[in-house]
């Protein structure tokens, strides 16, 4: 009985182990995304969500920049800049 126990936690180790070292990334908080844009394009944030866009999650941020919107995506795992566009004020989504 105690050679059966020692036998299936083996098993159940063994099946669970590639599994221990794939946790999900972590990624950034919006505090960090946000300072991520800032530095990207100066101005002051009118917008700022989290999005499901392109099979990923990112942060977006909308700074008006006098008359126009820089509009900045910030990948919520990596902290990379995935959208840098300008839109005019009255595009806006």
């Known amino acids: 009985m105690k050679n059966t ?3 299936l936690s083996l098993a159940i180790a063994t099946l669970l182990a590639p599994q221990i070292g794939q946790a999900k990334p972590v990624g950034i908080t ?8 800032l530095r ?9 969500e989290r999005e499901r866009e392109g099979g990923g ?4 941020f909308d700074i008006r920049q006098g008359q126009r919107i820089h509009e900045i995506g910030v990948d ?3 902290g990379r800049i995935v ?3 300008f839109e005019p004020l009255n595009a806006r989504d």
């Open 5 to 7: 126990a020692m036998i």
């Open 30 to 37: 919006m505090v960090q995304a946000r300072a991520i844009a």
């Open 40 to 48: 990207a394009a100066p101005g002051h944030i009118e917008k700022a």
């Open 57 to 60: 999650m990112r942060y977006s």
């Open 76 to 78: 919520s795992v990596t």
């Open 83 to 85: 959208e840098n566009k």
